[in-house]
């Protein structure tokens, strides 16, 4: 019967934890949506890289919800078995709370060994490549713009206009202008493409059959040259120097550096596995309620503790670093404390139940 008992209750927290996951994911990615497509709207980034932009920063951000996931579903689970009496059914028949923590640890081990693979290796790994997006989307410059119906500046060596755009999405009944030694110099094409060179800060910007006007402003003489295809280079504004932030380093690097902010780093990114473990033994006797109420009746004071842990985690990281705290104690006297409270609170919540228990038989004796 434990056995089943256990079965049960890891796919009753199981799903749960799915449940909580995809909403928060949801939200999450909503959150995302709104900023990138507003940065797209202000062509502050390419359209193309909208959708690489999301999925980054979803990865970069699941290992930071996962913990929240799986300790309000196991809330949720739980409650909906305190309130339909089926837990404390179970807790008669001696399926107590010692027994009810390894199907929660059945579920909270491996999801921790994902968290923690996640933030140590593909957290970092998708900063980066949203970092590498961003950089890309600054050396374009204006370009990125290249639209039918707008003008667009060749940063700073002219402006080009097209009408409209083909299937293949080259621009078409194109107007370009531009000045040369003090010369003005008029495009006027039929067709026009952006085209790569060897050099990553410059892009070509290629006129396909059409007239080029070339002459001095105020002056009668003009020279008309017509092309089959005629290249403007358009030099791009730099990217940004230096290398990646510490959220986007490998771990190797961090433990291999072993100055005080790559320690606070990757103590940080070991957090998520720590809490999610930590709450989760933690959600047990958070769980507990009296018999009829609502399932949802230990959510406030399971969103406190949450709120305190997750501050006071961002809080010794901010200590450590302005050394309030010593280097070598970082954030894991955070876990300790909040591990000793969930081991108390477990204890608490066992003892009662001893207590309750020989009080029964106590008076089952006495009659």
Not at 125 to 149: C, K, M, Q, W, Y
Not at 172 to 179: A, D, L, T, W
Not at 341 to 346: E, G, R, S
């Amino acid at each position: 019967m434990r056995r089943i008992l256990d079965r049960y209750l890891f796919r009753e927290a199981l799903s749960h934890f799915v449940g909580a996951l995809a909403v928060l994911l949801l939200l999450l990615a909503t959150n995302q949506c709104v900023r990138i497509i507003s940065a797209a709207a202000s062509q502050r980034l390419p359209r193309e890289s909208v959708l690489p932009m999301i999925g980054y920063t979803c990865l970069q951000y699941l290992p930071v919800i996962m913990p929240a996931a799986l300790f309000f579903g196991l809330l949720l689970a739980l409650g909906r078995l305190c309130r339909d009496s089926e837990l404390p059914a179970s807790m008669a028949c001696g399926y107590g709370i010692r027994s009810q923590l390894l199907p929660v640890l059945s579920l909270a081990v491996p999801v921790a060994a994902l968290a923690c693979w996640m933030t140590l290796g593909l957290a970092p790994d998708a900063r980066r490549a949203v970092d590498e997006l961003e950089r890309e989307a600054a050396s374009l410059g204006d370009l990125r713009r290249l639209e039918p119906g707008r003008f667009v500046g060749l940063g700073g060596q002219g402006v080009v206009y097209a009408e409209q755009a083909d299937e293949e999405g080259r621009l078409e009944r194109v107007f370009g202008h531009r000045q040369v030694d003090g010369r003005m110099q008029v495009i006027v094409a039929d067709r026009m493409a952006l085209k790569e060179t060897t050099d990553p800060l410059v892009r070509m910007v290629t006129f396909e059959d059409g007239l080029l006007y070339d002459g001095w402003p105020g002056e009668s003489e003009l020279r008309v040259v017509r092309f089959a295809e005629h290249g403007i280079p358009a030099v791009m504004p730099e990217a940004g120097s230096g290398g990646f932030g510490l959220d986007a380093a490998r771990t190797a690097d961090l433990l291999a550096s072993g100055g005080l902010e790559s320690q606070l780093e990757f103590q940080r990114r070991l957090s998520a596995p720590l809490v999610l473990l930590i709450l989760a033994v933690m959600a047990l006797p958070l769980s507990r309620r009296l018999p009829r109420q609502s399932r949802f009746a230990s959510l406030p004071w399971a969103l406190l503790v949450y709120v305190i842990y997750t501050n006071l985690v961002t809080a010794a990281i901010s200590w450590s670093a302005q050394g309030l705290t010593p280097a070598w104690l970082g954030i894991w006297w955070v876990h300790l404390l909040l591990a000793g409270a969930a081991a108390a609170c477990f204890g608490l919540g066992d003892a009662h139940r001893l207590r309750r228990w020989r009080r029964r038989l106590g008076a089952r004796a006495a009659a």
